[in-house]
């Protein structure tokens, strides 16, 4: 009876051994990032029949589980990466929002100065004074110009090295995580019942977070322990013990619009969350078409006020010049984005246009045939089609279509049916508008209408007209009204991503909190069972106490 009663009494000190054990392991990892918190799973040893009938045989521990809930977790990372994504995308936002508003960085107040100079000289024609003064503010405008161009550049620089970092800690976890399948998967192996190497899952479980929060990502659980990891629309990222790498390539035409690429395959249209797609959207929804937008005013501020110069006389005479543009716009590089994997060997060019009317930031150029070879040309500013249009209709020597719309193209490579390309001939306008270098003194601006004039002031009333004159987006709208949308649309933009941020962050933190009311430690909870594993311990330990002394006393009656 006294061995009966050891037995036992040995389990439950083993089984409570543990139990102390993992509550300290729960203790010491409170603040660990990522820990669940473990408890021991006790069952009844097996009854042994005596004769009398069945008498319990004692504890054991039947296994040590995490508290875990797979679809808690599920919306953690959901929420982190809708979260991630919002904020990437508005920190972004507002740079570019705090750049084009700003009285002091914005376009807005250097175009009312530049205008206000040329008013001053359509009032004075003579006065060398107000000519000084409007070359003065020509040149701060262009600069102005020059300096936000550079700005945006400098975003579209950090957006990259955003993209670059991410990828880098992406495929850090991704190979992570194939190291630790390896692991669960020799672990549960060697397990007699398949318990669970809970750190390990643990572990594993934070790196898909982690991944979360750069990119969307889901996984599936295989029967070996082992997860295979998808991001976006099923990219397959990790494969058992198989790590796949994400990279950055510069788009084909474009060296500085990095895309993603995994396993030989753009990607960038596939993922929908975290960080990395922010990113992307950031540059593909604000940065691109402000900075498209910049482009096309400049060149509508270089073309309207060049057609009006040129036809004007100065004061150099006699004889008066005439025949001078008073901006340089010089060769800016045209963006063009192909379909994925197939740029059919684009080339473009800028063509300063003929005017600024019918100019658009963007036009979608489509083939619509291939024998011969014809397209269709929509300007995106105002959905006016130009169809069919031929390859000679595209390409240098510039025709009427393409003077018009500022830019000519012709292909290399092979087409097909269906391909699109979206074209932006400003788009880097601003980079390069500058005061012509042919005009060195301030007589040379031609205010005159006809020669020999010096006090007609009707070419620069023109001048001055084009202020407020809508000359732009189909004649409906002036300058200042195409840089007001630019303004508000990344206004806008900013706003609504500010409103989703708060949002999303209050959902993950609810999120985070209902996992941690799951997961997490509770030290008052831990401290309550190290008191009760401890009794429980002492307990048993007594009913060892007891069994020894019955069994001193079996032997003692013998002596």
Do not use: C
């Given at each position: 009876?006294?061995?009966?009663?050891?037995?036992?009494?040995?389990?439950?000190?083993?089984?409570?051994?543990?139990?102390?054990?993992?509550?300290?392991?729960?203790?010491?990892?409170?603040?660990?990032?990522?820990?669940?918190?473990?408890?021991?799973?006790?069952?009844?040893?097996?009854?042994?029949?005596?004769?009398?009938?069945?008498?319990?045989?004692?504890?054991?521990?039947?296994?040590?589980?995490?508290?875990?809930?797979?679809?808690?977790?599920?919306?953690?990372?959901?929420?982190?990466?809708?979260?991630?994504?919002?904020?990437?995308?508005?920190?972004?936002?507002?740079?570019?929002?705090?750049?084009?508003?700003?009285?002091?960085?914005?376009?807005?107040?250097?175009?009312?100065?530049?205008?206000?100079?040329?008013?001053?000289?359509?009032?004075?024609?003579?006065?060398?004074?107000?000519?000084?003064?409007?070359?003065?503010?020509?040149?701060?405008?262009?600069?102005?110009?020059?300096?936000?161009?550079?700005?945006?550049?400098?975003?579209?620089?950090?957006?990259n090295t955003n993209l670059a970092s991410a990828v880098d800690e992406v495929n850090g976890y991704a190979k992570a995580i194939a190291e630790?399948?390896?692991?669960?998967?020799?672990?549960?192996?060697?397990?007699?019942?398949?318990?669970?190497?809970?750190?390990?899952?643990?572990?594993?479980?934070?790196?898909?977070?982690?991944?979360?929060?750069?990119?969307?990502?889901?996984?599936?659980?295989?029967?070996?322990?082992?997860?295979?990891?998808?991001?976006?629309?099923?990219?397959?990222?990790?494969?058992?013990?198989?790590?796949?790498?994400?990279?950055?390539?510069?788009?084909?035409?474009?060296?500085?619009?990095?895309?993603?690429?995994?396993?030989?395959?753009?990607?960038?249209?596939?993922?929908?969350?975290?960080?990395?797609?922010?990113?992307?959207?950031?540059?593909?929804?604000?940065?691109?078409?402000?900075?498209?937008?910049?482009?096309?005013?400049?060149?509508?501020?270089?073309?309207?006020?060049?057609?009006?110069?040129?036809?004007?006389?100065?004061?150099?005479?006699?004889?008066?010049?005439?025949?001078?543009?008073?901006?340089?716009?010089?060769?800016?590089?045209?963006?063009?984005?192909?379909?994925?994997?197939?740029?059919?060997?684009?080339?473009?060019?800028?063509?300063?246009?003929?005017?600024?009317?019918?100019?658009?930031?963007?036009?979608?150029?489509?083939?619509?045939?291939?024998?011969?070879?014809?397209?269709?040309?929509?300007?995106?500013?105002?959905?006016?089609?130009?169809?069919?249009?031929?390859?000679?209709?595209?390409?240098?020597?510039?025709?009427?279509?393409?003077?018009?719309?500022?830019?000519?193209?012709?292909?290399?490579?092979?087409?097909?049916?269906?391909?699109?390309?979206?074209?932006?001939?400003?788009?880097?306008?601003?980079?390069?508008?500058?005061?012509?270098?042919?005009?060195?003194?301030?007589?040379?601006?031609?205010?005159?209408?006809?020669?020999?004039?010096?006090?007609?002031?009707?070419?620069?009333?023109?001048?001055?007209?084009?202020?407020?004159?809508?000359?732009?987006?189909?004649?409906?709208?002036?300058?200042?009204?195409?840089?007001?949308?630019?303004?508000?649309?990344?206004?806008?933009?900013?706003?609504?991503?500010?409103?989703?941020?708060?949002?999303?962050?209050?959902?993950?933190?609810?999120?985070?909190?209902?996992?941690?009311?799951?997961?997490?430690?509770?030290?008052?909870?831990?401290?309550?069972?190290?008191?009760?594993?401890?009794?429980?311990?002492?307990?048993?330990?007594?009913?060892?106490?007891?069994?020894?002394?019955?069994?001193?006393?079996?032997?003692?009656?013998?002596?």
């Amino acid at each position: 009876m006294s061995m009966g009663i050891l037995g036992t009494a040995l389990s439950g000190l083993t089984a409570f051994q543990r139990s102390l054990e993992t509550t300290s392991n729960n203790i010491a990892n409170a603040n660990t990032d990522g820990y669940s918190r473990q408890r021991v799973e006790l069952a009844t040893r097996p009854e042994q029949f005596n004769g009398a009938g069945y008498m319990g045989n004692g504890v054991e521990v039947a296994n040590i589980t995490r508290s875990y809930d797979q679809f808690i977790t599920n919306q953690v990372r959901t929420s982190a990466a809708t979260f991630n994504d919002v904020n990437s995308f508005y920190k972004l936002s507002a740079q570019i929002d705090n750049i084009t508003a700003d009285n002091a960085t914005g376009l807005a107040p250097a175009l009312k100065s530049f205008f206000n100079a040329v008013d001053d000289v359509s009032n004075d024609p003579t006065s060398i004074a107000a000519r000084q003064v409007m070359l003065t503010q020509a040149e701060s405008l262009t600069q102005q110009f020059n300096t936000m161009n550079e700005r945006f550049g400098n975003l579209r620089s950090q957006v990259n090295t955003n993209l670059a970092s991410a990828v880098d800690e992406v495929n850090g976890y991704a190979k992570a995580i194939a190291e630790l399948n390896v692991k669960i998967v020799a672990d549960i192996g060697r397990s007699t019942g398949k318990q669970l190497p809970n750190e390990l899952l643990d572990q594993r479980d934070q790196l898909l977070t982690k991944i979360a929060e750069k990119v969307d990502v889901s996984y599936v659980a295989q029967s070996d322990g082992s997860i295979n990891v998808f991001i976006g629309k099923g990219q397959s990222l990790v494969l058992g013990n198989y790590a796949a790498e994400l990279s950055l390539q510069g788009d084909a035409l474009n060296a500085d619009q990095k895309q993603l690429v995994l396993n030989g395959q753009d990607i960038s249209n596939q993922i929908s969350g975290g960080s990395i797609y922010g990113n992307l959207r950031f540059r593909d929804q604000v940065l691109d078409p402000a900075q498209q937008q910049l482009g096309l005013l400049a060149t509508g501020i270089a073309t309207e006020f060049n057609n009006i110069h040129r036809n004007g006389y100065d004061l150099s005479g006699p004889p008066a010049a005439t025949g001078v543009d008073f901006f340089e716009l010089g060769a800016p590089s045209v963006q063009v984005k192909g379909p994925p994997g197939n740029n059919a060997g684009a080339v473009a060019s800028f063509v300063a246009p003929t005017s600024a009317a019918n100019l658009g930031a963007s036009y979608k150029l489509e083939v619509i045939s291939t024998a011969p070879d014809l397209f269709t040309l929509t300007n995106l500013s105002d959905n006016t089609a130009y169809t069919p249009l031929s390859a000679a209709d595209l390409s240098d020597p510039a025709p009427a279509v393409a003077a018009a719309n500022g830019f000519n193209i012709s292909f290399s490579g092979t087409l097909a049916i269906g391909n699109s390309f979206t074209i932006s001939p400003s788009f880097n306008a601003a980079a390069n508008i500058k005061l012509n270098s042919a005009i060195t003194n301030p007589k040379q601006i031609a205010a005159a209408s006809a020669a020999d004039l010096p006090g007609d002031n009707s070419n620069a009333l023109k001048l001055a007209e084009l202020e407020t004159k809508t000359s732009m987006l189909g004649s409906k709208a002036s300058f200042t009204q195409v840089y007001g949308q630019l303004v508000a649309d990344v206004g806008s933009q900013t706003h609504a991503a500010s409103v989703s941020r708060d949002a999303q962050d209050t959902l993950l933190k609810q999120a985070t909190s209902a996992k941690e009311n799951i997961s997490g430690v509770n030290l008052d909870e831990e401290a309550a069972n190290l008191i009760k594993f401890q009794n429980s311990y002492q307990a048993a330990a007594k009913a060892v106490s007891v069994a020894n002394a019955m069994f001193d006393t079996l032997i003692g009656a013998f002596r």
